[in-house]
């Protein structure tokens, strides 16, 4: 591309300046993809959020949806109070099993 660019002239400065001027086909491309990656990250977070409404809102029944809410609120409240325990093996072996019990749920719902 800096030989097309620089044409027929063989001095170093022009070798140079064709050179620099490549440089920014890269650069460009690269503004571009990071403006493209941006634009899609924002389009990715509002589809799933369209997918969430419409589709997993769908499948679980309002009674269902509604356990486990209960459930959830559970699991933080049993959290809260692990947290407030002196480190012990205690709290590790309960902060485990609050583990495979979001694990499970999320297994079952999903």
Do not use: C
């Not at 800096?2 to 491309?29: C, M, N, Q, V």
Request: hydrophobic share 50%.
């Amino acid at each position: 591309v800096s030989d097309w660019i620089r044409g027929s002239e063989t001095t170093p400065t022009a070798s140079y300046h064709s050179l620099a001027k490549a440089f920014y086909i890269p650069t460009l491309i690269l503004l571009a993809s990071i403006v493209l990656f941006i634009a899609a990250s924002i389009s990715f977070v509002n589809d799933r959020k369209k997918f969430l409404k419409q589709i997993v809102f769908e499948i679980i029944s309002p009674i269902d949806w509604l356990k486990v809410r209960f459930f959830e609120a559970k699991i933080i409240n049993i959290q809260n109070m692990v947290n407030r325990m002196p480190n012990t093996i205690v709290k590790w072996w309960t902060l485990k099993m609050v583990q495979k019990m979001i694990h499970f749920n999320n297994y079952i719902i999903l």
